[in-house]
């Protein structure tokens, strides 16, 4: 003889499951905030610009000039940026002291 499931029993184990992924997904992020660098740390800029490898973003310089396109490779005194904007066929290695912020598109319509 088997043994039929009814909705309601079906129900339970949905939001035992749902309950145990809620869990696990929420020590994840506490454990991703414990290792973000604090924003008066002299990194946060170089961590934002090795968070964002592959991604566009625009760069204010201390100089006023802006710059935008991909970063490529971020290191602790450097950042590659290639594809520039209006540059195409330039890429730009930029002083992570010179960089005054980081603009990065987070939102669309």
């Not at 592959?54 to 006023?64: A, E, H, Q």
Request: net charge positive; proline share 2%; hydrophobic share 45%.
């Amino acid at each position: 003889m088997t043994r039929q499931w009814s909705p309601v029993h079906i129900s339970l184990v949905l939001c035992f499951l749902c309950a145990i992924g809620g869990f696990s997904g929420t020590v994840s992020l506490v454990f991703a905030e414990d290792q973000a660098i604090g924003l008066n740390s002299p990194d946060a800029i170089r961590y934002t610009l090795e968070q964002q490898a592959g991604k566009r973003v625009k760069l204010k310089l201390v100089s006023g000039q802006d710059l935008e396109g991909k970063v490529s490779r971020a290191g602790s005194q450097a950042v590659v940026i290639t594809e520039l904007s209006g540059m195409e066929f330039f890429d730009a290695t930029v002083r992570v002291d010179q960089i005054a912020s980081v603009i990065v598109r987070v939102r669309t319509k």
